[in-house]
């Protein structure tokens, strides 16, 4: 399996810019976690999905920011408009029953993350 | 008081040192405890996952839990260069729930 695919690697925009983020979640895995890291917060939630539904949205910063799961193999991340504040490297990690991990149960996989500058 | 605490560093030890990487947390609900790796640049893969307390070992990683106190640790044995990363603890309450993360802790060793 090639694991959890996130694009783009990196973007640049200018501030009032929309910016959409794509993840393709593990064959199989029913839940999605989108994540944010930061220096100065480190890792945290956004928004988690199960089986496509969002489950709990409370990481969400503002209405600027909003994510979608249309199907069990995409989701979405969109950010309108940007402001610098939003620079940082965004994670979609998957989870559930369709891969076994080497260890423990339901583990999350995370995805290369998605750089963003906003300028 | 943030949820999970973790000394950020960096840590920086000789080839083949004893590592000690520790995180304290604030609620006893608890109960999946996680160590992550992350390579600069790159996303967090698992290292280490525990269920309740006790202790597990996988090579030269042990992870060790304390319900009691609040406190997780992992320990790296005969450390390599190839280990230097940034390590994060997690935790959550049931399977397939939201992870709770430690800032991280930077670790160098040095060959």
């Known amino acids: 399996d090639a694991g959890v695919i996130q694009s783009p690697r990196h973007e640049v925009t200018e501030m009032g810019q929309e910016v959409t983020l794509r993840c393709k979640p593990i064959s199989g895995h029913d839940y999605l976690f989108w994540y944010r890291q930061t220096m100065m917060r480190g890792l945290e939630l956004l928004i988690y999905f199960n089986n496509n539904v969002p489950i709990d949205d409370s990481g969400m910063p503002e209405d600027r920011f909003s994510a979608k799961m249309p199907n069990a193999s995409f989701s979405t991340l969109k950010i309108q408009p940007s402001e610098p504040r939003d620079s940082a490297v965004y994670f979609c990690?998957?989870?559930?029953?369709?891969?076994?991990?080497?260890?423990?149960?339901?583990?999350?996989?995370f995805g290369p993350g998605t750089r963003l500058t906003v300028l | 008081q943030k949820e999970v605490e973790q000394d950020p560093g960096p840590l920086s030890v000789p080839e083949g040192a004893i590592v000690s990487l520790n995180c304290t947390y604030s609620n006893s609900a608890f109960q999946y405890f996680m160590w992550y790796r992350q390579y600069s640049r790159k996303g967090p893969e698992l290292l280490m996952y525990t269920y309740s307390s006790g202790n597990k070992e996988d090579g030269r990683f042990t992870a060790q839990v304390d319900k009691s106190s609040k406190y997780i640790s992992l320990f790296i044995r005969d450390s390599q260069p190839s280990d230097s990363a940034t390590y994060l603890c997690a935790m959550t309450f049931r399977e397939n729930t939201p992870l709770v993360f430690g800032k991280g802790t930077r670790l160098s060793v040095i060959a």
């Open positions: 990690a998957s989870s559930g029953e369709g891969q076994k991990p080497h260890s423990g149960s339901y583990t999350q996989y």
